[in-house]
């Protein structure tokens, strides 16, 4: 079982970046997905969650909610998470996780069984 994150780096403020996790070892569709980052210094927080149905439910932060898009693949196993407009406090180490949270729970870290090794997102002038 592996989640491998890509696509983190360098983005001026405003200006967007998309990060992406492909699964191998396990069936993608039979889990939800979730992005969750960690700034230095702070905890870890959910930034979103796309569930496993057929609806693919999506659910955000508030702080991201409008700018930030996630995203799924089952066939091709990977995940992603479209980031638009960023602000200097969206720099954080983002983490893909797999799970099976209730709708309530869909922020709570240890919903999720799998998680991704993270990948730095960077937002600076």
């Known amino acids: 079982v592996q989640l491998q994150a890509s696509g983190g780096g360098l983005v001026q403020p405003g200006g967007s970046l998309t990060i992406s996790c492909a699964a191998s070892?396990?069936?993608?569709?039979?889990?939800?997905i979730g992005w969750f980052r960690q700034a230095p210094g702070k905890e870890r927080e959910g930034v979103a969650c796309v569930s496993r149905s057929s609806t693919r439910s999506e659910t955000y932060a508030d702080s991201v909610k409008g700018r930030f898009t996630v995203s799924r693949d089952n066939a091709k196993s990977t995940m992603f998470l479209q980031m638009n407009s960023l602000k200097v406090e969206d720099t954080s180490v983002y983490y893909c996780?797999?799970?099976?949270?209730?709708?309530?729970?869909?922020?709570?870290?240890?919903?999720?069984?799998?998680w991704g090794q993270g990948t730095l997102v960077t937002v600076s002038s």
């Open positions: 070892g396990f069936p993608l569709a039979y889990y939800a």
């Open positions: 996780a797999v799970g099976r949270p209730v709708a309530s729970a869909w922020s709570t870290s240890s919903m999720y069984y799998y």
